[in-house]
């Protein structure tokens, strides 16, 4: 029984963590089209932002509590800047190439983002423990767990639920789905195609910079965490369909319990499970479980 | 649309297959001796390992020019010829290509460095093919000479393997635990990890059988995120968990770790831990056996060439040596030594001299006693952290050490034949 609810709770939360560093690639391919390797530069700039503010923070004196209001602050501002710039000064100059020169593009661009983080914070690791300790640990059948990572939950919970209600209960939702659907009827119909492509582009860089700001005080935040992001990332997305909020989270749930299911049943597939459950996915769903459906053109 | 997403995931993978960063090529002269310094630049290995290493390559190496080391090590050059020194990044997907490029290309007459397991283990046979001199600084994988290059005559390594960590290890668990029941670990899945917790338990079952293995823990390098296996370890409530994480990985599991209440329900054991202490301080818990892969670090002898390099170190980089930092030395004193010795800066005068060379470092002692004189065995200390808040730092306590022969297989013997054969020949002070 305990297994079964440790199984459950870490899946959970490895889910979570998941669904946070991987929605803002579906985000953008859903809408854009473009499989946005920079992510993991996102991922790395909110991680880093969020654990030198944390640090900063903490350091001069402040309370660990409010320390809180950094994580979001740092994702918001971090992804904000960097998303505007990489859309207006770079993509912009490249919507309507091939999807596979899209991908080198972005990947230019992750390189750029890597040593743009190296040459502003160096190569030290930092280390933002404060708040994932703040409010201490709650015991599952005898396995203590933090209370931030139920925190981590609920934001995931939280961000999947917005994005929902944005995109099928708001008019700039419904427009957005049209402009997936099929951008040139969108832009003969009047709807700002550029500026959805801004914004969205810019949404799914500070979602991005949410799922490394958020993961920041759990971890050393270091060059290189970027790499690592992209690769989970890209195996969330594509269990799930790409381009489809439901399947990151779908996607991030299969592999987060996979993970956890191998881990404490038999560890040493745990590196194995995530691209054998990947696997067989595709194998049964090619285009993934909630592959956006394309329509023919004549 | 299949084709497009198989040319996607294509480029995708190709753009994520990495560059390495080269620094620039000097040209050499006939009164220089070009050594390629291989250490992490970039990556989660570069700021607890990588830069470390790197920057005690440029203390020791100017020194070396200048002539200003303390004896025996106080005559300038190596060979009389002024070092240059060539540095790429180790966090590469190609390092058999970036290896060859120093050899072929920069025309190097020594390669040191190398701190993860898996660059060794294919940088190996390289280094034999090519006829390169090669000195391996860090990874500790037993691997490289008992099954990769069983016959060397280019490479070498510098510090003891990973048998001498985890069979001290298990040595002071014991000692200090005498009541051990269950063991269990968390190392990542590659050989350095491996071969670590083979060691440590094949040790504990060879020296006390009583004891039971109950969870075993393997997760991908460079995870960062370890929730389900710290959840097992805390399940299975072992009386000692053992831990070879190194760089970032370690730092994370001792955040996620400590936060959780590990470090309290089991004894932890961290061989390679010694680089946590000045970035996490108090986050360590006290009573955490700390590990530094040898006499490094919080371990370092009290000796004239080790108080030199500290205070080297310190004096230009603001902080104390960490363990890689001492290993990248070792492996330069090797090359000055085994120079010192020929008298000579020809690669091949230098190799001869090395083989079974006994010499002085930063570490103490280290004799090229094993694998036909091309492997180091040196002995290793470990002790238990404990923080002290008024200072602000970190130090080790109840400290025990280890002599070489106690931690080491003798010539001619695999580790894993000697941890099995109940550690014929070990001789234990």
Same mark, same amino acid.
């Given at each position: ?187 003969? !119909?009047?709807?700002? @195609? ?9 949404? &799914? %860089?500070? +979602? /991005? $910079? =949410? ?20 690769? !989970?990332?890209?195996? @969330? ?9 439901? &399947? %990151?989270? +779908? /996607? $991030? =749930? ?36 909630? %592959? ?7 | ?429």
């Amino acid at each position: 029984m305990q297994t079964a609810v440790a199984i459950s709770v870490d899946g959970l939360g490895f889910a979570a963590w998941l669904f946070l560093s991987s929605v803002g690639l579906t985000l953008i391919y859903g809408v854009m089209r473009i499989l946005n390797i920079a992510h993991g530069g996102f991922y790395a700039l909110g991680a880093y932002s969020s654990a030198w503010a944390i640090g900063l923070f903490v350091n001069s004196g402040g309370a660990v509590v409010y320390s809180f209001l950094l994580i979001p602050l740092a994702a918001l501002l971090a992804g904000a800047i960097a998303g505007l710039l990489v859309e207006r000064g770079i993509l912009r100059y490249m919507y309507g190439r091939d999807e596979v020169l899209m991908v080198l593009v972005t990947y230019a661009i992750f390189l750029i983002l890597e040593d743009a983080t190296k040459l502003i914070w160096g190569t030290e690791s930092y280390v933002a423990w404060q708040p994932a300790f703040h409010f201490g640990t709650i015991n599952v059948m005898d396995i203590p767990y933090t209370v931030y990572k139920f925190i981590i939950m609920a934001v995931a919970l939280a961000v999947g639920a917005a994005l929902f209600l944005v995109l099928n209960k708001t008019r700039v939702g419904k427009l957005l789905l049209v402009v997936i659907e099929d951008r040139e009827i969108s832009g003969a !119909l009047g709807i700002n @195609v550029t500026l959805f492509f801004t914004v969205t582009f810019v949404v &799914g %860089a500070i +979602l /991005g $910079a =949410l799922g490394g700001a958020i993961s920041a005080p759990e971890i050393s935040v270091l060059p290189g965490i970027g790499a690592e992001i992209i690769v !989970l990332s890209f195996a @969330v997305i594509v269990i799930g369909g790409m381009g489809s909020i439901g &399947g %990151a989270m +779908l /996607g $991030a =749930l299969i592999v987060g319990f996979a993970r956890a299911l191998s881990v404490h049943l038999y560890p040493p597939a745990e590196l194995f499970s995530i691209y054998l459950v990947m696997a067989a996915v595709l194998a049964v769903k090619p285009y993934g479980l909630f %592959a956006l459906a394309e329509s023919r053109k004549i | 649309m299949k084709t497009k997403y198989s040319l996607m995931a294509s480029a995708a993978l190709s753009a994520l297959v990495g560059t390495s960063a080269f620094a620039p090529a000097v040209q050499a002269d006939d009164a220089t001796f070009k050594i390629g310094v291989v250490t992490f630049l970039s990556g989660g290995a570069s700021g607890p390992f990588g830069i470390p290493g790197r920057n005690a390559a440029e203390v020791v190496i100017e020194a070396i020019n200048a002539g200003t080391m303390p004896a025996p090590y106080d005559t300038a050059g190596i060979g009389g010829a002024m070092i240059e020194q060539v540095v790429i990044d180790e966090n590469s997907k190609q390092k058999v290509a970036d290896y060859q490029k120093l050899v072929d290309k920069d025309e190097v007459d020594a390669v040191v460095g190398y701190a993860s397991s898996g660059s060794c283990k294919a940088i190996a046979p390289e280094a034999e093919k090519l006829k390169q001199l090669t000195v391996f600084a860090i990874c500790g994988t037993p691997q490289i000479f008992e099954e990769i290059v069983t016959e060397p005559e280019y490479l070498f390594r510098s510090m003891s393997h990973a048998t001498m960590d985890n069979v001290g290890a298990a040595r002071y668990v014991l000692d200090t635990t005498p009541e051990l029941k269950t063991i269990g670990g968390i190392n990542q899945n590659y050989a350095w990890g491996q071969d670590s917790w083979r060691d440590f338990s094949e040790t504990i079952a060879a020296l006390k059988s009583s004891v039971e293995v109950d969870s075993e823990q393997f997760p991908k390098i460079f995870a960062g995120q370890y929730g389900s296996e710290i959840s097992a370890l805390l399940s299975a409530k072992v009386d000692v968990v053992h831990s070879s994480f190194w760089g970032g990985d370690l730092e994370a599991m001792i955040i996620q770790g400590a936060g959780r209440g590990l470090f309290d329900r089991s004894q932890m054991v961290l061989t390679s831990s010694d680089t946590a202490i000045p970035r996490l301080g108090a986050q360590i818990p006290n009573g955490t056996i700390i590990g530094a892969r040898g006499f490094n670090g919080p371990y370092a002898p009290d000796t004239e060439l080790a108080n030199w390099f500290e205070q080297a170190y310190f004096d230009r980089f603001g902080v104390a040596p960490v363990s890689p930092s001492y290993q990248m030395a070792q492996s330069i004193m090797a090359l000055k030594a085994a120079a010192d010795k020929a008298q000579s800066s020809d690669p091949d005068a230098i190799r001869a001299a090395l083989a079974g060379l006994t010499f002085e470092s930063a570490s103490g002692e280290v004799s090229m006693s094993l694998s036909d004189g091309h492997q180091a065995a040196t002995g290793i200390a470990y002790g238990t952290y404990e923080f002290d808040a008024s200072t602000g730092k970190g130090s080790v306590k109840n400290v025990r050490s280890y002599a070489a022969g106690c931690v080491n297989p003798p010539v001619g013997v695999t580790s894993g034949e000697w941890i099995k054969g109940g550690f014929d020949g070990a001789t234990c002070e």
